[in-house]
């Protein structure tokens, strides 16, 4: 079951509980809660979930938590990007933090992305793990629903080396 909030000036929230599938029990239980912020240049968000029943959760863990929060902002050259993605998993002691930065400036009848991201993993009794990545493209619309594209990704992974991608396509949305 879940609530929508009426929209006040921009701001409005959505919450959503999924009851258990035991019937003697709410320890399966799961629960979201998030905030969205739209006013003019501005888009937030900010949202909290616990899980204690889906494929992440094993016998050796009870719940995850995810909190997720990301902010832009539109300076006319330029739309801005800031995330913050960051899971608790209760039992294992795994947990994640992943921060992103970008940015898309129209050009030429399209727009440049730019974007970089960090993902720390830490689990018990593990060394933690690091992944770096930085991305460029390039996406020109054909109408709404097509366009064409053209990225790359610098990847790296802790000390396991790195690895460059390179992609284009042309995208149609149903």
Do not use: C
Not at 47 to 75: C, E, M, N
Not at 86 to 98: I, K, Q
Not at 152 to 164: A, Q, T
């Amino acid at each position: 079951m879940g609530y929508y909030t009426p929209d006040f000036g921009g701001l409005s929230g959505r919450f959503v509980y999924a009851l258990g599938e035991a019937s003697d029990s709410n320890a399966s239980n799961n629960a979201v809660a998030m905030l969205y912020l739209d006013k003019g240049p501005l888009t937030a968000s900010v949202a909290f979930q616990r899980t204690r029943t889906g494929p992440a959760i094993t016998k050796a863990s009870w719940a995850q938590s995810v909190l997720a929060a990301g902010v832009a902002y539109d300076i006319s050259v330029a739309k801005l990007f800031l995330q913050y993605d960051g899971t608790r998993t209760s039992g294992v002691s795994l947990s994640t933090d992943t921060v992103q930065l970008g940015a898309t400036i129209p050009m030429l009848s399209g727009k440049f992305m730019l974007s970089v991201v960090q993902t720390s993993i830490r689990a018990a009794n593990q060394p933690d793990i690091r992944r770096r990545d930085a991305g460029i493209g390039y996406l020109y619309a054909f109408s709404r629903r097509t366009d064409a594209y053209a990225t790359s990704l610098y990847d790296k992974l802790s000390d396991r080396g790195s690895g460059f991608t390179t992609a284009i396509g042309l995208r149609h949305k149903f």
